[in-house]
Structure formats: C-alpha cells, structure tokens
C-alpha cells in the first residue's frame, strides 16, 4: 500500500486538483489537504470537494503531511517554501511538479528545513486548460513521470515518490535535473514558445485580417493554438527558469528552420522532400509508444 | 440541383476520395469517374467502389465530364493539363483542390483549350493521413472552401463550382489568388513548415536519445508531429509553388521568435507574459468559429 496517509498539495489548478482526484478515486483512505493562494479557487476546491481540509494556508495545508506536492508556477516555488517550513512535519517529503527541474533543488533546498527529504518531480501530462475545474482523475494515466532527486537524496524517499506516481497510474523515470531540462526543453519547452511566437505572428500581419486566421485555421494553424492556450504565468516561469537549454535548442530550431528556407528560396525541392520524409517516422514511432491517438486529425470529432 | 451530370477526378488521394465519397453521399445520380497515376491505388478505388468508372489515363477519366477536378500535388499539374487537354468537353468546368493558387492559373490556363473555364479552388481541410483509405465524406463540413478565379473567368462557371461545394457542405469563399496564398502561408504552410522543421531538429539533438522524444512528446510535441506527418510530395510543391508569401510569413516568424529569445536571454518574464496571454484569445475564438473542437487536449481519448 501507499506509504502516504496525509498529502498535502499547495496549488489547486489542473494538475493540483488532477492529482487530489486521482488520489481520492485510486488511494481510498489517503487524507488530502489542500491550498491554494488564490480565494476563489480555495471556495472551487471545497465545492468540488476535493479535499479533506482546505486551508486558509500553505503552512496549515501541509501540517503532519508525510507527502507535501507544490503544484504552483516556479517562480512562487521560494514564496511556498518559507511559507510552509516551520511546519512541515520531522520526515516529510517534499516533491512537486514543475516543468523545470534544475532549478527546483537549488531554490527549495536551502529553504527547507534538515529531516525533510527533497524529491523533484515532473508528470509529463497535461492540457491546455488550467484551474480547478479543468482537472481530471485520469489525466497521469500512461504518461511518464520523471524523477530528479539530487545527489544524495535518501533512495527510501525517492521509492516512495516513485510508488505514489505509479499508483496514479504513471510509468515512472529517475533522471539527472541536467538531462531533464535538456530533453523537456525539445518536447516541450521550445514547442511551447514556438506555438507562442507563431500565434502572435499571425495575430500581427498586416495584410491579413484576424478573422482570416481563425476562418482558415484548420489547415494546420490551430494545431499550434491549442498549447498557446496554456497558462501564462506557468509558462512564463518555465523559460525563465530553463533558460540555457531553451536557449540552446532554440538556435538549433532556427538553423533548421532557416536551411528549409535557403532550401525554398532556390527551390531545392529534394532536400524539402527529404526532410519531410524523415518526419513522418517520428509521429509512427509516437503513436506506436503509445504517446498520441492514431486517429486522423488526433480523433477531432469533425 | 447541381448543374453537372458527370465528374472527373484526377488524384484519388485523401482530398480526391472524399470528393469522390461525398459527392456518392450528397449528390446522387451524378456520375463519377476517377483516375490516379498509381495503378495500386487505382485498384484500391475499384474495390472501394468510388468511382463509377476508373480510368488508366486521366485523358480517358475526363471524356463528357462537365467537371473535373484536379487532386494532384501541384508539381504534377501541368503534366495532367496536357494529358487532358484534347480530352476536355466543350463547356467543361476545370477546378482543383491544391494549396496554393496564384500558380495554378499560370500553370494551367495556357494549357487548356478555349471554351474550358478554369475555376480555381482550395478546400481548406485534410488530415494528417494520405491515400484513397483515408478519404472520408464528412472531411469539407464546416470547412471553407476559397476560389480563386481569375479576373475574366465567366461568373456562371464560378457559381456552379460555388454550388458544388456548398453541396459537400463547405462554406465558400471568392479571394483574390494572390491574397490567398499570404493568407495560408500564415495559416497553413508556414505553419507546416515549422512542424517539419522541429520534428528534424528534435531527431538530430545528439544529448537526446530518439526513444526520449518519443516517450516525452506528450509535454507538447506531439501537437507538432501530428502535421509533420502529411504527404511529403504535395508539402515540397506547395512550398516551392508559394514561395514568395512563405518566405515572407517565415521571416516575420524568426524575427518574432527572435524577441521571445531575447526575453528569455535577459529573463524580461513581463514581455513573455504579455505575448502568452494575448495567444489564448486567438485559440478562443477558433473555437467560438467552429474551426477547432473544445474539448481539451482536441478530445484525444486518453
């Protein structure tokens, strides 16, 4: 069984409160209680009743917690953790979710308190949708959850981070924070301000009317508008956090992308083709890994 | 009623057998011949029974059609012009269905016999897939379909090819070619072109192994192979055929990435914010026009 019986979760937003449904409808019995700093989303999560206990503080969420989870933007990771620290219970664990993890040992470590255990986590899931109500029970089932504990992290605490993420039905990797952030800034990061940027371009020509965009979208473009609908503040925090790999696979994206556009230019229809060719053996090799739908249009309903 | 009796389709691909679906589901009566330069997939319309009649040479499919439609990569146009032109009816209506369109009228007009009109058009839908299997009836519901005529085209052969997609419950539109071509580089070349363009770039990152793009790609790549996996041969035509609006939209695209990649370098998180939030309002009302589902995550079942 889980070695957890009262978790903590700081954050009620989609992967906060995804995580407090799958625990409540996986691991009957698990106390859950819950923060979150903004009010109404505090009122959402007592209605939904999501948790056992909603406090009216970090502090007070995370009382005689054995498991306490930050689901809140990096950039508020130091806020929480001197806001929860003289409470934290002597042997608790502390793991969170965010996208970047480097950065998670270096801010929380210092803040927190000796005899608590520190083990960075980030589940690969996620939508475009953000708060309370956007989240759902199944929404870690078969995605990778990956572990970065830092050098010298008691392995007990780790096995029971990773027995935690497996119950709510992750498949579950341990990492370096370095390599993490390298990989996560290609599968995601970058697409991510990729989908950002381009959204914004098309918003700002000139010669095409904003209604044009939209009426025309479904010839690709609106692939790319659904991850530019994900929380700013989340992704914001991201960059600023992952910013040396961003940064790098950003000028290697640029490079590709400007020998596509020499290649256009002289009309060099060979190297376009072979490019294009090679792609299609990355979204086989997705949907048979089991990462995306095989319906045409990703099973859009029309 | 719809003005013809008899259809040719030349390219029964993933836009040519939906035609071929929808008009058997929405126009009954009229006939159908069909042609593709693959005798694999000539064989594989005959056993779908698509057509009411699959010819060897596009020549033979045209013979008493009153109009035939072209589904082709552009690249192949003009050798499809010749191989009917001295099959073509009298009063015939030529159209196609290709990406890009001030190409079109200069490729094919020169080429058709006086008395045929050529009523270009670009139905603004598609999946991923390519293929005679992959067509389906409902693909042009909802969806815009643009003329783009070219100034002197008779309006009564505009009309007729307005009705015939209204049929096949498109939404038409009537835009300048060139106009036409700025406004799908943004919404769906340029958009393409990166998809591809990342995809490779992920492929080659030497720090990352292939197999973790893959196990990863639910942080947002995947949005972005799903497009990168169209038919490469059509994808270089289109490119090479709208290369001035492409290279245009592409390069507003770098400079605006180039901003965010600033933003990032010197950790500005208020510019990265203010470009983020102002994304979800376009995604919004892609929505609102019923260019995109709602659902989260595009409705993908898991």
């Known amino acids: 069984m889980l070695p957890f019986a009262r978790i903590g979760i700081v954050g009620m937003g989609l992967i906060g409160s995804s995580i407090a449904r799958a625990v409540r409808a996986r691991t009957p019995g698990v106390a859950i209680a819950a923060h979150d700093a903004c009010p109404g989303v505090r009122a959402r999560v007592l209605e939904l009743g999501l948790a056992d206990c909603v406090a009216d503080t970090a502090g ?27 409470d934290l219970a002597p042997g608790a664990i502390v793991t969170d979710v965010g996208s970047a993890k480097q950065c998670v040992a270096a801010s929380l470590a210092p803040l927190l308190p000796p005899g608590v255990a520190l083990v960075p986590a980030h589940p690969v899931a996620g939508t475009e949708r953000s708060g309370p109500d956007a989240g759902f029970a199944t929404l870690f089932e078969g995605r990778w959850c990956i572990l970065t504990p830092p050098p010298g992290t008691d392995p007990a605490a780790v096995e029971q981070v990773r027995a935690f993420w497996s119950r709510l039905g992750s498949r579950v990797e341990v990492m370096d924070a370095a390599h993490h952030d390298l990989v996560l800034a290609v599968t995601s990061h970058v697409p991510h301000l990729i989908a950002y940027s381009i959204v914004g371009t ?101």
């Open 202 to 302: 098309a918003a700002d020509i000139e010669h095409v009317a904003a209604g044009e965009v939209i009426k025309y979208s479904a010839g690709g473009f609106r692939d790319f508008t659904r991850i530019a609908a994900s929380d700013p503040t989340m992704w914001r925090d991201v960059f600023l956090a992952n910013r040396d790999a961003v940064l790098e696979v950003l000028g290697r994206v640029s490079e590709d992308l400007a020998a596509l556009q020499r290649a256009i230019r002289w009309g060099d229809g060979e190297t376009l083709f072979r490019r294009f060719e090679a792609s299609r053996a990355t979204r086989r090799a997705i949907v048979e890994a089991g990462q995306d739908v095989d319906a045409p249009d990703f099973g859009r309903t029309r």
């Open 60 to 86: 007070t969420a995370v009382i005689d917690c054995d498991l306490v989870i930050l689901a809140v933007p990096l950039g508020a990771y130091a806020e929480v953790a001197r806001a929860i620290a003289a």
